[in-house]
């Protein structure tokens, strides 16, 4: 096994606490994330040792009752400095590794998002599913900066 690491950073023009509040809000991240539905499996709902799932596939919204193709993540949220850091463990059966994501004030009314994921999994699997995470998570993310306009 390999660690990989994919990261996209972007603007968004939006006060840090606004995009905060926005991408902490765990079941509305289904809205702007491509072919997601996020939710939140423990009684706590932010902070350290929240629990979230979020299952990726072109049929998400019928999950669960129709469960594949797609993927089912599951992470657990292991720092939490709000309003400028989340990082998660993701520990499901096939996607393993870490993510974060980085809220810095660029301005009053814009923020820079720094997201990044480390993937732990064969390098060559890695390479062959890697330009596909990029693209849709850059899609998203562009989806998600265009939510504050």
């Known amino acids: 096994m390999a660690i990989n690491t994919l990261a996209i950073s972007l603007s968004i023009p939006a006060p840090q606490i606004e995009v905060w509040k926005a991408i902490a809000d765990w079941p509305s991240q289904g809205q702007w994330m491509l072919q997601t539905k996020v939710w939140v499996t423990s ?3 932010s902070g350290v040792g929240t629990s979230i799932s979020a299952f990726t ?9 129709i ?6 993540d599951l992470m657990t949220v292991t720092r939490w400095e709000e309003p400028a850091r989340c990082d998660v463990d ?9 993510g974060s994501f980085i809220l810095t004030e660029e301005g009053s009314h814009s923020t820079r998002f720094d997201w ?23 899609i998203s993310l562009a989806r998600f900066a265009r939510s504050f306009h």
């Open 67 to 72: 469960k594949s193709p797609g993927l089912l």
């Open 57 to 65: 596939g072109p049929l998400h919204k019928f999950y669960p009752r």
């Open 116 to 138: 990044s994921e480390t993937i732990v999994a064969p390098r060559a699997l890695f390479l062959l599913i890697a330009p596909f995470l990029y693209v849709g998570v850059r």
């Open 90 to 98: 993701h520990h499901g059966k096939i996607l393993k590794g870490s």
């Open 43 to 45: 009684e706590r709902t």
